[in-house]
């Protein structure tokens, strides 16, 4: 069957997916642009646009190692293992996902993904992102490509005398991806009034990004930040002159003298030289990543998270047992909802996944309760359990409820409560029935240690 749908771009081609009842349109191209310039939204293109395959990822290190060298991850078997990924820099591109009864003018909710990886890898149909099942909820499910690592983070001087700034082109790219989704989105059947954003990791950092700045008014209504929500000392945002030297260096490290040198380097050689001056330097984060560009970024998040200048709308924020920085992203994630209470603002909700995967001992791990959320858990090569099917339903239950109207309570589920100043209880999903209770630091932290000496 051919799905064919009439957007302001032109005609475009669907195809059927793994889940019953839904038709994908992957890989439309949502922006253009070139080597550390700032995107260009698409309007427009010739013929039938065929929307049946995935679009390019952003270049990576994935795309230049080994098998063997892959293994070495311990996402690799989450995310990647028997999949194939094609990379370039053209690599802007977005997938829909529908239910195939859908009209157009039916006004549905919609929950646009980005994903994470530090910001210098990843793309928006890995494993745990592919075929969703929000659309059999009522809800248009959309994930999308990046630019990531030096394409999308470098920041360099002569970039910023060209453009008025330099940087962030990642976060440009996701915020014009947004812009399409609001132009384009009703004749999939879409109502851009209800734009739900949510990210993990890195994407949650975006998320949160996205909801202080002042280019992004209108673009979205709701969010949810997986792993990443409220904000952490531990990954800084600099100011964008901070980062010029580090990205010299790099240019000496390619032997480059000009950005118009550095824009013709291939792109094995830019990789190469911006790994040999990482060497250099502690941690990828303090060059690779958002920066106070004046513009998207105009200050320091953690001075305007204390100001009160995130957007006034309704957040889910939480994380896993065994995630990164074990503990503090739980306790971030419930002050964030308990900030947003005690400011007046509309209701939040903080949740705290604990389920033990089954298949190995790694535990609730950053990353593992995306399976859940999206409701793929047939694309994961763990023996899942009764027990996982039944939490992933009632996840996806309550993320699509909340994508709906901003709250994800509803019957049958488990009630959920909003975040209050006073109270620190959080929703507490896996391992035992589902209910509101406390994350205890201390525990948990001790909990952490242990895994790590016995590997449990």
């Known amino acids: 069957m051919a799905y064919l749908i009439k957007t302001p771009c032109g005609i475009v081609q669907g195809t059927a997916c793994a889940v019953p009842g839904v038709v994908a349109f992957k890989g439309i191209r949502y922006a253009t642009a070139g080597r550390w310039e700032y995107p260009k939204q698409v309007t427009a293109w010739e013929g039938i646009y065929d929307a049946t395959h995935y679009g390019s990822c952003c270049w990576q290190d994935w795309a230049f190692q080994t098998e063997e060298q892959q293994r070495k991850s311990p996402n690799y078997k989450e995310f ?14 977005l997938n829909i ?192 990543g958002p920066c106070i560009d004046g513009t998207f970024i105009e200050d320091d998040p953690i001075r305007q998270l204390r100001a009160g200048h995130e957007r006034n709308i309704p957040y889910m924020v939480g ?41 190995d001992k790694r535990g609730a791990f950053h990353s593992s309760d995306l399976w859940y959320w999206f409701g793929t858990l047939r694309n994961c090569w763990r023996p899942m359990e009764d027990k996982d099917i039944a939490l992933s339903e009632q996840m996806v239950s309550y993320l699509t409820n909340f994508a709906k109207c901003g709250d994800p309570n509803g019957h049958p589920l488990p009630m959920w409560e909003a975040g209050r100043p006073t109270s620190p209880r959080v929703l507490r999903i896996g391992e035992k029935q589902t209910h509101m209770g406390r994350v205890n630091g201390i525990r948990l932290a001790l909990s952490s240690l242990w895994g790590a000496i016995t590997g449990q």
């Open 80 to 93: 990647r293992e028997g999949d194939s990924y094609h990379y370039s820099e053209d690599c802007l591109f």
């Open 97 to 288: 996902w529908i239910p195939e009864t859908v009209k157009k003018g039916s006004r549905l909710p919609v929950l646009v993904y980005i994903h994470g990886g530090a910001y210098v890898k990843g793309c928006g149909h890995e494993k745990p992102f592919d075929d969703p099942v929000w659309p059999t909820k009522g809800v248009i499910a959309v994930t999308l490509n990046y630019r990531v690592g030096p394409l999308g983070f470098a920041c360099f001087e002569e970039a910023a005398r060209e453009s008025g700034h330099a940087g962030n082109y990642g976060l440009y790219d996701q915020m014009t991806a947004l812009q399409w989704i609001q132009d384009n989105i009703t004749a999939f059947g879409g109502d851009p009034r209800k734009v739900t954003l949510m990210g993990q990791s890195a994407g949650a950092m975006s998320v949160q990004h996205h909801c202080l700045s002042p280019l992004t008014y209108g673009l979205f209504s709701r969010a949810v930040m997986v792993s990443g929500g409220g904000w952490l000392r531990e990954f800084p945002v600099k100011a964008a002159d901070k980062r010029y030297d580090f990205w010299r260096n790099v240019m000496a490290q390619a032997g480059c003298d000009s950005l118009e040198d550095m824009r013709q380097l291939p792109i094995e050689e830019l990789l190469n030289a911006w790994h040999a001056a990482t060497e250099r330097k502690r941690g990828v984060w303090d060059h690779c």
């Open 319 to 359: 994380s896993t047992s065994r995630d990164m920085i074990r503990g503090k992203l739980a306790r971030v994630a419930r002050h964030y909802c308990a900030d947003q209470a005690r400011e007046g603002k509309r209701s939040s909700f903080a949740w705290f996944f604990d389920r033990k995967l089954p298949g």
